[in-house]
């Protein structure tokens, strides 16, 4: 333990380096901007500045770059030397307020939805302080927004600090209307983090892997999931000396990883940290999975962070814990009594009403091509947006929307029956691993959200939606004398509930029967991001996010261009890889074997041998290669229709609704023949060597 506490944040320009490497002054100075929101004046900057880099150089660090996160997803950064040479040939390390506060990143190659011309270069980035600073790969890395030069939010962190204060706003003016006064409100995020470990020998003989972080053929394995024998199972050695290291560099950087263990599909596993600030938490997340991928090499094994790397075998999502907190209290903590707990009432109806009133643009938040095929699949949470409550508060929803009186089951004690083994209370809701937004406990779990996705999108939707909800609580209190406040909340939460009803379902997400009953609910079904992009632009949406700063509708509409290329892009190169593997790579395998079978069927034909079983392979395997190659001219062809198509809305539509249920062709026609073809023509590792390596 005493190890874990020295290693922990040893990384990081954390309070407490602050303290000890600046000046009480300085750090005052530096804690009102973080806190309050104060603007940092440059002479600040410049002491905190000095501090910083040589704590870093006492790390063995010789650069320093601005880190952040354009619209591709990934983050970005550029390294500069601290070194600073001098006329007589010698150098000096300088690092200023000013290069700590601004840098200036040539913006012409990351995505932008149309915001700026590719011509036009510049592009800033600002020092986001709320965010601690961090040595990785003996740089020092400096948390930052990106914005274009006419001042443009180009990045992901802009919006999600808009979208905090936001709803911090919102929230203190309801919570003053119960005579509480918090310096600070902030969202917190926990972000469990599944991801795929397979062997980097067989990776590397994957092309579709390589290329495109899934398998784009692959029959399923002799063995897969069904015996459940994976999750929380004993770890291999070999994943659990990376897991190992792992923890090490995140706890270096100040990551509460906490959690590791198998997830239910073979080669599947699952990193889950404590909560903290959804700022830094997000940020954190993309750490951890940046690390992931570095650190597998080290151990012979490739990070697999494709939503759905495996057909048939269990994706991998992100499940995004969110919370509210102001101070040490969690204002979805529903206490022991939550019928009496009036303002945890509001809060949680805040919630309801926003996922009910923002559910598409919810859904869009987490779409993207590899989700698509996650979202659904009997793993995964319906791409049909709902909440789950729990009995409890199911119960008291129902009571309050119909005026009945409620009784509380209590704390339910449970006896399992041998002596030996102590009798524990019964939490007052069960999990529901089918809903896409469920309540467990003090918290929301957002399930739906892909493992490979920026978690910043989400939550900024989240937190704007939710902020509305609470400005029409307090627009509707605030003028109710005191005398009236609570019979006026009440009111409030009883016609908001019976409203949002709809959203609330305790049921399995799973059922067909939940699809036909949600769309007589009128919840929105959008199986694809095809489908699901155009919420991002709808008149409501925009609306949304400008009432509240958050973006404005250019920003919005920047976002869901790039959304929408990237979805083409994505689909795109996958066509290009599948139809080049059929053609150069499995065709002409099968072919062989083809040829060998029909010589073998020719020899023992000439001697008299009966062989019926050889002739109807060699039939089926010549059948199959005529499929494969119609399902890919068919593919082709479709795949060179959408990229003619000039309007980019509908060329994602028609990669949905045409070139995806030709790719799911080709791939059967590939995957019938690899069952029936000799293992040693195979020309690639199958699903058993992927996710059963040693």
Known sequence: MSKISQIYGSNVFDKRTMREKLPSATYACLMRTVEQGEPLDLEVANVVAHAMKEWAIEKGATHFTHWFQPLSGVTSEKHDAFLSPEEDGSAITRFSGKELIQGEPDASSFPSGGLRATFEARGYTAWDPTSYAFIKDEVLCIPTAFCSYRGEALDKKTPLLRSMHAVEAQAKRVLALFGEFPERIVTTVGAEQEFFLISERDYAAREDLVLTGRTLFGAPPCKGQELDEHYFGAIRPTVNAFMKELDDELWALGISARTKHNEVAPAQHELAPIFANANRAIDENLLTMEKMRLLASHHGLVCLLHEKPFEGINGSGKHDNWSLAAGDKNLLDPGDNPVENLRFLVFLTAVIEAVDNYQELLRMSVASAGNDHRLGAHEAPPAIVSIFLGDELGAIMESLING?????????????????????????????????????????????????????????????????????????????????????????????????????????????????????????????????????????????????????????????????DKYIKLLSIECRVMKRMARRTYIP?????????????????????????????????????????????????????????????????????????????????????????????WPAPSYNNLLFYV
């Open 404 to 564: 009945t009186e409620y009784h509380s089951a209590g704390q339910v004690a449970m006896d399992l029956g041998v002596a030996v083994l102590p009798n524990f209370l019964k939490d007052n809701t069960d999990r529901n691993r089918t809903s896409p937004f469920a309540f467990t406990g003090n918290k929301f779990e957002f399930r739906m959200p892909g493992s490979n996705v920026n978690l910043a999108d989400a939550n900024t939707v989240l937190n704007t939606a939710v902020a509305k909800s609470l400005k029409g609580f307090a627009d509707a209190l605030e003028d109710v004398p005191t005398e009236r406040f609570e019979s006026a909340a009440i009111a409030w939460v009883k016609r908001s509930l019976t409203d949002h009803q709809r959203i609330v379902f305790n049921g399995n997400g799973y059922a067909g029967e939940w699809e036909e009953e949600a769309a007589r609910r009128g919840l929105a079904n959008h199986k694809t991001t095809a489908d699901a992009l155009p919420a991002y632009v709808a008149p409501k949406s925009i609306a949304l996010f400008e009432e509240f700063g958050v973006l404005n509708e250019t920003e919005v509409r920047s976002r869901y261009e790039v959304k929408l």
């Open 589 to 681: 395998a099968i072919s062989r074997y083809a040829t060998e079978t029909a010589q073998n069927v020719a020899a023992l034909d000439a001697i008299g041998v009966d062989c019926a079983s050889q002739r109807d392979l060699a039939a089926r395997l010549a059948a199959g290669i005529v499929e494969a190659a119609r399902a890919t001219r068919e593919l082709d062809a479709l795949h060179k229709q959408a990229e003619a198509i000039d309007d980019s809305q509908e060329r994602a539509t028609f990669y949905a609704h045409q070139v995806v249920p030709a790719m799911s062709a080709l791939r059967r026609a590939i995957d019938g023949l690899e069952i029936i073809t000799c293992r040693d023509f």
